[in-house]
């Protein structure tokens, strides 16, 4: 009766444990699942942390020649209007008059020219209109030189037109340049705060995946822990049960014992009284009637 017990002890223990084994290994196994979605999580998220590494690069860079651009334009901007300054200086040297004043000191030489060649003058009066003629000459010389200078002045603010002009075109084609580099380093912003809500999301995610394998790993733990315990007590009520069946046999095997040497020792006395009854009949002391 303390046996089948004990029996029945062992195999409801050997049940529980297969039930705790079995517990376990499920939890395990979910833990196993939300652990590979978590990885997988964290894979994308190192994806989506590769692209906004590379679109930040590349905004970087966007930026690095927006900022250049920008620079070359407000530098040709100034020049030019430097040059402009300096056109409106140069420009008020110029006299508008001197090219009249040019035209008339040589229509005047010339007809004083003509004068000392077609008159008969005295003397005194021919030295009065060759000194008028020298005078002439002399403003004529100074005229010439002005208009000279003026003309050189011209080139130069030409010159300086052509240079603004070319700087403003330069400038635009910056300015252009600028306004692209800007508009896509904004798109790459807003590229970037979408990929950043995405990676928000995704550790949140994962976070979550994470926080659940825990939950789910020490609920398996602790069935762990318990089938370990149970199997010690599944051991040990089996190695009792063993025990005791060693211990049934050696009785069963002692008792055998007994009854064998028992049985020997009757053989045994039957044997010796037989034989002395025979010596008995042989010398004649012992008779037996029929």
């Known amino acids: ?63 690095d020649e927006l900022r250049a651009h920008k620079a070359r334009r407000d530098d040709l901007q100034k020049r030019a209007k430097e040059l402009i300054e300096l056109k409106r200086r140069t420009r008020s040297k110029v006299q508008t008059s001197i090219r009249a004043d040019l035209d008339r000191v040589r229509r005047e030489v010339r007809q004083l020219e003509m004068s000392q060649q077609t008159s008969s003058l005295k003397l005194e009066e021919e030295n009065d209109l060759l000194d008028e003629i020298r005078a002439k000459l002399r403003d004529l010389k ?35 340049q600028v306004v692209r580099l800007s508009t896509e380093a904004r798109a790459k912003r807003e590229e970037l705060a979408a990929l950043m809500t995405q990676v928000t999301s995704v550790t949140a995610e994962a976070d979550k995946k994470h926080e659940e394998y825990l939950k789910i790993r020490n609920r398996a733990d602790e069935f762990h822990e318990k089938a370990v315990e149970m199997r010690t007590r599944v051991l040990a009520t089996r190695e009792a049960y063993r025990a005791e069946n060693r211990e049934a046999r050696n009785m069963i095997r002692q008792q055998n014992l007994s009854v064998r040497r028992e049985l020997l020792d009757e053989r045994k006395l039957d044997s010796a009284a037989e034989e002395a009854l025979r010596l008995l009949l042989a010398k004649g002391r012992v008779e037996i009637k029929g």
């Open 142 to 176: 100074d005229l010439e030189a002005l208009h000279s200078e003026q003309d050189r002045i011209a080139r130069e603010v030409n010159d300086i037109d052509a240079s603004i002009t070319e700087m403003f075109r330069e400038a635009d084609k910056n300015h252009e």
């Open 1 to 63: 009766m303390v046996r089948r017990k004990e029996q029945s002890e062992l195999e409801l223990a050997e049940i529980k444990l297969e039930t705790l084994v079995e517990k376990r290994n499920a939890l395990n196994a979910d833990a196993a699942v939300f652990r590979e979605e978590r990885d997988l999580l964290n894979a994308h998220r190192r994806e989506i942390m590769d692209q906004v590494r590379e679109l930040r690069a590349r905004r970087g860079a966007a930026l």
